[in-house]
């Protein structure tokens, strides 16, 4: 069986004091899932303070992006050493934020998911088309590009390090999710591809699902054979309701 993933990103939010309370939230609750591993993802500078709250939990931190170096003259950036330093054991890579605001490309994308396996760190790789895109009836063009940019040259033992997150833009922020019969057209897309660059890691590389999931809607989007986890947002800054994806799982 797969392995099953709900994260949380929690993007530009969170002080230490709301990521204590956040945390202490989760522990308080049924976080914990047979099924599922957990995993946050605060800001950099609470990572610390999640990572000593959430020790010796079943809920793992991840961070949200990471620089492609080991280190240097990059004012503003993280290595991927660091966040392990902090307790980090994933990093989100690409998310479609990082790829709209920061102009990041499947080329850094890749260098950084090369950086990430190289240090111990899980990536979690995210594609996802625009809603032009996919009005335009490109969806597999833009997504099956990422997957092969982004994952380019990646060995079978890494790739079966790897997780990968279908986030289609439309649906980030916006309270639209893709149904479950969507996004397991193009989760099942993605594992065709992963079949292509090695079967057995195919099987196992998790295949998460973004974009407005909510209490209501995960375990609709979960019961897809295709869907191995969810990467939550909004929904994951209010413990219940990020509790109640879990349990969904
Ligand atoms: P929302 O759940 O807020 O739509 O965000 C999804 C996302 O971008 C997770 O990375």
Redesign the pocket.
């Known amino acids: 069986m797969r392995r099953m993933i709900i994260a949380g990103?929690w993007k530009l939010f969170g002080t230490i004091a709301e990521t204590e309370n956040l945390c202490k939230g989760l522990l308080n609750g049924k976080s914990r899932s047979e099924r599922a591993e957990v995993l946050v993802c605060p800001p950099y500078t609470a990572l610390a303070a999640a990572s000593s709250l959430l020790a010796d939990s079943h809920i793992a931190v991840g961070g949200q992006d990471m620089s492609e170096y080991e280190g240097g003259a990059y004012t503003g950036e993280i290595s991927a050493e660091m966040l392990l330093t902090v307790g980090a054991t994933f990093v989100i890579l690409g998310?479609s934020e990082r790829r709209q605001y920061h102009a990041e490309t499947d080329q850094l994308v890749n260098a950084k998911a090369v950086r990430a396996l190289a240090s111990g760190l899980t990536p979690i790789i995210c594609v996802g088309e625009t809603l032009e895109e996919r009005e335009s009836g490109r969806t597999e063009d833009v997504v099956g590009a990422q997957i092969a940019g982004t994952l380019k040259d990646l060995s079978a033992e890494d790739l079966k390090k790897t997780v990968v997150a279908y986030?289609p833009v439309w649906?980030?922020?916006t309270g639209k999710t893709a149904t479950p019969e969507m996004a397991e057209a193009v989760h099942r897309f993605i594992r065709e591809r992963l079949v292509a660059l090695d079967n057995e890691a195919a099987e196992m590389l998790p295949i998460l699902y973004?974009?407005?999931?909510k209490p209501n809607n995960a375990a609709g989007l979960l019961s897809q054979p295709n869907i191995d986890g969810a990467?939550?947002?909004?929904?994951s800054l209010k413990a219940d309701d990020f509790i109640a994806i879990i349990n969904a799982a």
Request: charged share 5%; no cysteine; proline share 0%.
């Open positions: 990103n998310h986030e649906a980030i922020g973004g974009g407005s999931v990467l939550v947002g909004g929904a």
